[in-house]
C-alpha cells in the first residue's frame, strides 16, 4: 500500500511531464502502478498541469497591460525614428504605396470605431410606422 504522501509526488511528477519509467525509479514503484494512478488522478494530473503552464505563459509573456505598455514605448521610438527620414528620399512608386497604405489605415480605423445605433422594431413606440430595424449613423 502506497501513502497518500507517495501518489502527491507522483501527481506533482506527472503535472511537470515527466515520464513514467524516470518517476518509478524516484519513487520506487513499478510502472504499472503509476500508469494506474495516472488514470485514476488524470483530472487532477491534468488541471494542476494546467495551472503550471498558465504559470509559465504569464511569467515569460507577462500580463496584457505590461505588454501593451512595452509595445507603446517601441512604437514611439520607431515613429521617432522614421520621423527623421526624408520622404524625399523615396521613389514615386514608393511615396504612392504610402500614401494608399495611409489612406486604407486611416479609413479602417475610423470605420472600425464608428458608432452604430440601433433600435429593434419591438422598442419602436406604436405610434411611429416601421417595418424594420432603424439604423442611425453619424
Known sequence: ???EQMIR???DARAQGRPFARIALE????KQTLITWSRKHRFEIQNLRAVQLETLRDDLLKDLVTRATADARCLAQVEAEL???NLADLTTPQLL???ASLRDRILRETDAN????TTPVSEVPDNEAVDEVQDWRP
Do not use: E, N, P
Open 1 to 3: 500500500m502506497h501513502d
Open 83 to 85: 520621423s527623421k527620414r
Open 97 to 99: 504605396r504610402l500614401s
Open 114 to 117: 464608428r458608432m452604430v445605433f
Open 27 to 30: 519513487l520506487g514503484v513499478s
Open 9 to 11: 509526488r507522483f501527481i
